[in-house]
């Protein structure tokens, strides 16, 4: 019996792409929020995009060997921003502040239409509703759920920045369960990428596993061993609720 619909969030309930603009405009605000702390990078601002770009790519090979998600204090003083040598004492503050930023500028977000009308309708079914979202800032999922106003859906939001776990790691699924109070057996998942969200949840035993592509899921997916299919896929997020009605039937 399915009890349970939990979702990705950056991709799948929400549309989420890099261009020129959201890059530069990161770069922008990040070398302003450092001068303003006492820390200057210097004018340049294609150098300082240049070092960010190879810090992340740094962070990346750590994080995908090892499916952990680091804080953010962690993630710049130790990766990003290390070619400056900033004093640990003064970045670290401002850490959170700098990945909150990065998170919701250097990407264009925007909620899928009829998100809302997919998410009632699986509460009229009483559906147990949560989220599993890889994010590398602590607080910028709950700020953009209250931004689009569909924060009280969810009974449970479970973060890689949080718990230090990510996707496809099945013990990130776990906490989600455990938090959520259902058996796998019970649950649904929604994502964008094959690599993250579908073998995540099918080897953590969900009962089926939806996909919705994104304008970043041919990159996330790029090279990868397809161990698990999803279920279903879908194009229009509405979809997902007549797909659990009937299952809910049996």
């Known amino acids: 019996m399915i009890t349970s619909v939990l979702f990705d969030m950056g991709g799948t309930l929400e549309d989420i792409y890099v261009d020129d603009q959201s890059q530069r405009e990161a770069i922008e605000k990040l070398h302003t929020i450092l001068k303003s702390r006492g820390m200057d990078p ?19 090979r750590y994080r995908d060997a090892s499916d952990v998600e680091l804080k953010p204090i962690s993630i ?4 990003v921003l290390t070619a400056y040598d900033f004093p640990r004492e003064r970045l670290a503050p401002c850490c959170e502040e700098i ?3 990065w998170e919701v500028t250097h ?3 925007a909620l899928r239409p009829r998100v809302a009308e997919m998410l009632e309708g699986l509460k009229g079914l009483g559906m147990k509703l949560g989220i599993i979202s890889n994010t590398a800032a602590l607080y910028q999922v709950f700020d953009i759920l209250r931004e689009y106003g569909i924060r009280d859906y969810f009974q449970d939001v479970t973060l890689s920045s949080v718990t230090g776990l990510r996707k496809p790691c099945t013990d990130i699924f ?7 109070q259902s058996a796998p ?14 073998i995540g949840s099918k080897r953590a ?4 596993a939806i996909q919705i592509c994104s304008k970043l899921t041919r990159e996330k997916d790029c090279g990868i061993k397809r161990e698990f299919e999803p279920d279903y896929m879908v194009e229009d997020i509405y979809e997902v609720y007549p797909i659990v009605e009937k299952l809910t039937r049996g």
């Open 107 to 109: 990407y264009h977000r």
């Open 99 to 101: 990945a909150h930023m």
């Open 76 to 79: 710049w003083c130790d990766y």
């Open 205 to 208: 035993g969900f009962a089926a």
């Open 185 to 198: 057996e019970e649950c649904v998942y929604v994502g964008d990428t094959i690599s993250r969200d579908i």
């Open 174 to 180: 776990s906490v989600a369960l455990h938090q959520i």
């Open 42 to 60: 210097g004018g340049d601002l294609a150098e300082l995009k240049r070092q960010v770009d190879e810090g992340w790519v740094r962070y990346g």
